[in-house]
């Protein structure tokens, strides 16, 4: 089966570009263009070049004895949580960035739920000497405060978002509504695999370097290139997108998405997707997302900022509908046990957003033999007055 985005910007029947008339320019000109731009070898070599040298890859492909000794399989964790700005984003914003630039823009836009893409982006910007302002929930703003600073240090003008729930949903509808004002001069480097096409597709592709290395670096550490399972968080889903990408053909390698069940799916407070959602466009693709009866929006709820959205991308749709992906939710308790966990017996603070998928880990039926690699797509520096106020450690 062919997972692959097709001419018109679909996964299957998800996907597209659902988009105002303002837009339009934009979307079409990357549409056009991005192919060309990033399959020339001058661009592969800056970005290869700036994933080694500035954001620090290959990042580890860690045996976590402990964790492995506990769950009697073979645990392996892909280490993002050490790449420059902490987390797995700033694969895709060095590719954006050096995509805005050969397309002349002077303005990045960008939105942020846990902060962790604000700060990519950010830390991009500066590198490239560009204009940047992030949009970001007010909520995510009060529980996120280092990443908001971080991103102000970095010279980024942090606007709130203080409509509907003040969140990652929201963030994005302002992100979108800057962009339709300033069509000409601004890019809008989207952070996960959401959005109108090209985005879902390119954001895939810049993070695609995560699963290249598993294959690698598997192949050096185990003799083998395929994993029985890899393990990833979904909220928009670009880790999982990228953990995920050069495995999605080949069948003896189960697919494992985490998302965030918040307090419980029947609880009315959670943010899993496959579970309530259905068929619907959100900012500017179809995809599965959760709405009422009538198709507005369900406020999403989850401890962490980065999986607090109420739909997933087109291509994560497309792996629940067709069945290659199994997808898993993780409550905040679960979810933060299993951070603790792994703090205690690896010495890895994960990102709560990771915690998620080590969540799975105590649902899955695993083997003594069996290869897991799980995708730490984060670190948890930025969690840390979470993990205080959750307290029970």
Known sequence: MKYDVDSNGYYGQFGGAFIPEMLYPNIEELREQYLKIIEKESFKAEFDDLLKQYVGRPTPLYFAKR?????????????????HTGAHKVNNTIGQILLAKALNKQKIIAETGAGQHGVATATV??????????????????????????MRLLGAEVVPAKSGSRTLKDATNEAMRHWISNPTDTHYIIGSVVGPHPYPDM??????????????QLSSLEGRA????????????????GAFYHYLNDERVE??????????????????????????VLHGSKTLLMQTEDGQV??????????????????????????????????????????????????????????????????????????IVINLSGRGDKDLETYIKWGKY
């Open 67 to 83: 964790l492995s000794e506990k769950y009697k399989a073979k645990i392996y964790l892909k280490r993002e949580d050490l790449c």
């Open 125 to 150: 910007c500066a590198l490239m000497g560009m204009e940047c302002i992030v949009y970001m929930g007010e909520v995510d703003m009060a529980r996120q405060r280092p990443n908001v600073e971080r």
């Open 203 to 216: 954001v895939a592709r810049f993070q695609s370097v995560i699963s290249a290395e598993i294959r690698t």
């Open 226 to 241: 395929l994993p029985d399972k890899i393990i990833a968080c979904v909220g928009g889903g670009s880790n999982a997108a």
């Open 255 to 280: 697919l494992i998405a985490v998302e965030a069940a918040g307090k419980g799916n029947e609880s009315g407070k959670s943010a899993a997707t496959t579970v309530l959602g259905k068929p619907g």
């Open 298 to 371: 369900v406020e999403p709820y989850s401890i962490s900022a980065g999986l607090d959205y109420p739909g997933i991308g087109p291509i994560h749709a497309h792996l629940f509908d067709v069945g290659r992906v199994k997808f898993e939710s993780a409550t905040d308790q679960e979810a933060m046990e299993a951070g603790v966990e792994l703090s205690r017996l690896e010495g890895i603070i994960p990102a709560i957003e990771s915690a998620h998928a080590l969540a799975a880990l105590s649902k899955l039926e695993l083997k003594a033999d069996e290869i």
